[in-house]
């Protein structure tokens, strides 16, 4: 179970793509903390996000999973484009596509 796997180690990596042009992405890297209070908010708060109707009916079955857990990333370094507002030409001139964290 991934939950498990990430209790023993926090540290994560994702990855985030569309595969419709523009092509757009996100890619993070850092540390997890379990959410232990509020989890059934939080779970609403990121399915709602997505559509509302979708959201509510993913919401009703997440809910009464017996392990569902929620992880809030703390992200050490992000890399993201998106080729519809230019980054292409950006990434051509060599430009870096990493976000500041500091």
């Known amino acids: 179970m991934k939950g498990n796997d990430i209790r023993h180690n926090p540290h994560v990596a ?10 757009r992405a996100v890619c993070a890297t850092g540390e ?18 997505y559509g ?4 509510r009916e993913w919401l009703s ?10 992880f809030k990333l703390q992200p050490s370094y992000i890399l993201s484009w998106d080729y ?7 990434q051509e001139r060599g430009e870096s596509m990493a976000t500041s964290l500091s």
């Open 61 to 70: 079955e997440a809910v009464r999973q017996e392990g569902r857990v929620v």
């Open 14 to 23: 994702l990855s985030i793509a569309t595969d419709e042009r523009p092509y």
């Open 32 to 49: 997890t903390q379990l959410v232990e209070k509020d989890r059934d908010k939080w779970l609403e708060r990121i399915s709602v996000r």
């Open 84 to 90: 519809g507002r230019g980054d292409a030409e950006r």
């Open 52 to 55: 509302e109707r979708e959201g």
